[in-house]
């Protein structure tokens, strides 16, 4: 009895965990949706739960219009995709390839936010220097998982549609992956704005 018991509240534990990373998943305020210059769009549910900070600011700078136009400068065949210098990266406005992916924006640098969440295919996260809390603008989706990554970079998100867009950006060359005459993010929103 009692073990029956036991394993009716395990099942039932279990159906709320995946009831509410389900709920989270589908909150249109913590839902980004990028529209790519190579077609298509990408839907981020983002994970305030992990990286409060870092998600915090990057819908500041979507709803601030700042990731509109900006360039996927650094690509790298089966690793990752990278985006979000505003600083440099904006292909409308003072687009500098030479500097792209050394700018951030004119908010500050975040504290890292590390977590056990593992960089897998779909996962997004921020891009920074050497010194763990300087994490700004940039971010990048992974192609495939890369381990050496894990609680060594903040997880902001994850990909729920379009990883089949995202796997169509123009990769880059040499070993930084810089990209020449880059894809970009035409529009970035958060889907809860009207």
């Not at 394993?7 to 305020?29: G, I, Q, R, T």
């Not at 994970?47 to 870092?54: C, E, I, M, N, Y």
């Not at 992956?177 to 529009?187: A, C, L, Q």
């Amino acid at each position: 009895m009692k073990f029956s018991s036991f394993l009716a509240s395990a099942c039932l534990a279990a159906a709320l965990s995946v009831s509410s990373l389900a709920a989270n998943a589908a909150d249109p305020e913590n839902t980004m949706i990028i529209e790519l210059s190579s077609g298509g769009e990408v839907t981020i549910a983002l994970r305030p739960d992990l990286a409060p900070k870092h998600v915090e600011q990057i819908k500041t700078l979507v709803r601030d219009g700042a990731y509109d136009n900006v360039a996927f400068h650094r690509v790298i065949e089966g690793f990752m995709a990278q985006t979000g210098d505003v600083q440099f990266g904006d292909m409308e406005d003072g687009f500098e390839p030479s500097r792209a992916g050394m700018g951030g924006s004119s908010l500050p640098d975040l504290p890292a936010e590390f977590s056990d969440v593992k960089f897998e295919r779909g996962v997004v996260g921020m891009a920074r220097a050497q010194n763990p809390n300087s994490a700004n603008s940039q971010f990048f989706i992974m192609f495939t998982s890369y381990p050496s990554l894990n609680g060594q970079y903040t997880v902001v998100g994850e990909v729920e549609q379009g990883m089949e867009n995202v796997d169509k950006i123009k990769r880059g060359d040499g070993p930084n992956g810089s990209v020449s005459n880059p894809d970009r993010m035409v529009r970035v929103r958060i889907a809860g704005d009207k």
